[in-house]
């Protein structure tokens, strides 16, 4: 099983997507941070609150944190690219030949799925970092990881972000076409998680979806503006999460194991 | 030994019978033709034998084992499939490097292999930009990363130029007659592996319709004995004597039926006739491939 992740760990490194993927999470992140640094504790002109809170603030460092979560789509992608472009490139040939039991090549790469979602997770929490903690320093705050809650939601960044690449892997075996997994992980990320995430009357549906339980498990607890969402807590968000996993490896592995590869 | 045996093989798609009930064994040291028109099932027989289609009905052994049963298949097992099979972003080292830590195989036999099939200056270059016959041979490098003894190799020649063409009928040869391997090997073109095979296998729309040697094939029944001889007068009635159709083509020329070369000759010895030429005459096998395959 070690030399199958190898495998498929350099499948994922010799080609370029990886560190474009890498790239433009970065890059996200880098605006969304600039946004919440530059906009912290602004009013608005008709006097109402501030949208975010001041940089000193506890809360400010939770909400500023919880911007590394911006990997997980791009994590979803390469997860769905794992799967697709064996099929796009029929890759898969040479890939079942040498390892005819197709149940360790989908486990494979469900290892290899989470382990580049942590190494991506890492990657965003490490910029994260550079920026919030002299960001709230400089603007005379005291870094308390209880009241900020930085370690709780580093693990959930964490734990989600990994999870995000099973879930590209189960997606892109089930649909095969790397173009339709692309399109259907940015459409599920951006406009159906976000709806049922923004909406609070749609929350009792979008706690249930994994945006959803990654926010529980991260314990966000600030307000947007749109009124405070009722997460699952912290654990249940957990459970959710790793019941989606293990559907989508259910998913993956039903689709491949007896599929004629012609 | 039996190195691929195929017994009762049947595979259908949908309403079409891409494969039914094809038999036929391949033996070590020996490289034999999988021959037949394009859709006639060759592709979907190997692909049953190499595990990736499963089956009606009917079994494809290797070694005597299902091939996804083979705990490291690729030490027993190098197949060539498709030429298109690699991602094009992907060094032709990269590639291999890949296959090499799936099977458990050390890294070094990616730059080997590639060697063995003359890539070893274009190892760092994206398949990309590889030329078809470039691919062909990144492929059957592929096949021998693990220093298998079977080959199962599906239209190889495809894409190659006459020179490609000619490297692979020597490497096929080699592998087979010198390192003891057994090769099976796919085309639609007789023309490609008539130097090569040692023994045919025809199949047309999914079924069997001949197998046996090379020789077997093109010295069918109405095959002739081209004979000179010095006293073709004397020697002609004593081949009709002894049960052989005779044809007098010209004079000294015999063409003989229904007799074998060395009868021929122990007869002209019993009557003092010395032969200047004794030829098998051999039918076409392109003719004998396309009546067989009904193309005709």
Redesign the interface.
């Known amino acids: 099983m070690i ?2 992740v ?2 498929e760990v ?2 994922l490194f ?3 997507l990886w560190w474009i993927m890498l790239l433009v999470m970065l890059v996200l992140i880098g605006v969304n941070l600039t946004f919440i640094t530059a906009f912290a504790g602004v009013t608005n002109e008709a006097g109402g609150g501030a949208a975010l809170p001041a940089r000193d603030t506890a809360e400010w460092v939770q909400t500023a944190w919880s911007s590394g979560s911006g990997g997980s789509i791009f994590v979803m992608i390469l997860g769905v690219v794992m799967i697709t ?1 064996e099929y796009r ?3 898969v ?9 197709r149940r360790r090549v989908i486990a494979a790469k469900l290892i290899t799925g989470a382990l580049v979602g942590l190494l991506f997770a890492v990657v965003a929490l490490v910029v994260v970092a550079a920026v919030v903690i002299p960001a709230t320093l400089l603007s005379g705050g005291e870094l308390s990881l209880s009241e900020s809650r930085i370690p709780q939601v580093s693990l959930g960044i964490l734990v989600s972000t990994s999870l995000y690449g099973l879930f590209g892997i189960g997606l892109g075996a089930l649909v095969r076409n790397q173009i339709a997994g692309i399109v259907g992980a940015v459409v599920w990320a951006y406009v159906i998680e976000s709806i049922f995430t923004a909406i609070p009357v749609l929350h009792p549906v979008g706690k249930w979806l994994p945006g959803g339980a990654a926010q529980a498990l991260m314990s966000i607890d600030v307000d947007t503006g749109l009124g405070r969402p009722e997460w699952l807590p912290a654990w249940g968000g957990a459970l959710v999460l790793i019941g989606y996993g293990l559907l989508f490896a259910v998913v993956a592995s039903a689709t491949t194991v ?1 599929r ?3 | 030994m039996t190195a691929i045996e195929i017994r009762d093989l049947a595979k259908s ?1 949908g309403s079409v019978k891409a494969v039914d009930g094809v038999s036929f064994t391949v033996e070590a040291g020996s490289v034999t033709g999988y021959l037949g028109p394009n859709g006639a099932g060759k ?2 027989t190997l ?1 049953c034998l ?5 089956p009606d009905s009917g079994e494809a052994l290797v070694d005597g084992r299902r ?2 049963t ?1 705990p490291q ?2 030490t027993e097992v190098g ?1 060539v ?2 030429a ?8 032709a080292l ?2 291999l ?3 090499c ?4 195989l050390p890294d070094e036999r990616a730059s080997e292999s590639l060697a063995m099939v003359g890539l070893a200056d274009v190892a760092d270059k994206r398949v990309g930009g590889f030329s078809l016959g470039m691919r062909q041979r990144l492929a059957l490098s ?1 096949a021998l990363l693990g220093r298998p003894k079977i080959f199962i190799l599906d239209e190889p020649a495809n894409g190659l130029d006459p020179a490609g063409i000619e490297w692979l009928r020597g490497f096929l040869r080699h592998l087979a007659h010198d390192q003891g391997a057994a090769v099976l090997v796919s085309s639609h073109v007789l023309a490609e592996v008539e130097q090569t095979v040692d023994n045919v296998v025809i199949i047309a729309k999914g079924r069997l319709v001949r197998q046996g040697s090379l020789a077997e094939l093109t010295t069918n029944g109405d095959s002739a004995i081209r004979i000179r001889a010095s006293d073709a007068a004397t020697l002609a009635p004593a081949l009709e004597a002894a049960g052989a159709a005779v044809e007098r083509v010209e004079d000294g020329l015999l063409r003989v039926r229904g007799m074998d070369a060395t009868s021929v000759g122990q007869i002209a010895l019993d009557q003092r006739v010395v032969l200047t030429e004794v030829t098998q005459e051999r039918s076409d096998l392109q003719k004998v491939f396309l009546e067989l395959t009904g193309e005709r």
């Open positions: 030399g199958l190898k495998a350099r499948k010799t080609t370029r472009s490139y029929q890759t040939t040479g890939t079942f030949l040498t390892t005819p039991r007896r004629d590869i012609t | 798609f592709t979907t692909r190499l595990g990736l289609v499963t091939y996804v083979l298949p690729v197949a499939l498709e298109t099979s690699f991602h094009p972003g992907r060094t990269d590639h490097r890949i296959l830590a799936a099977a458990g592929s």
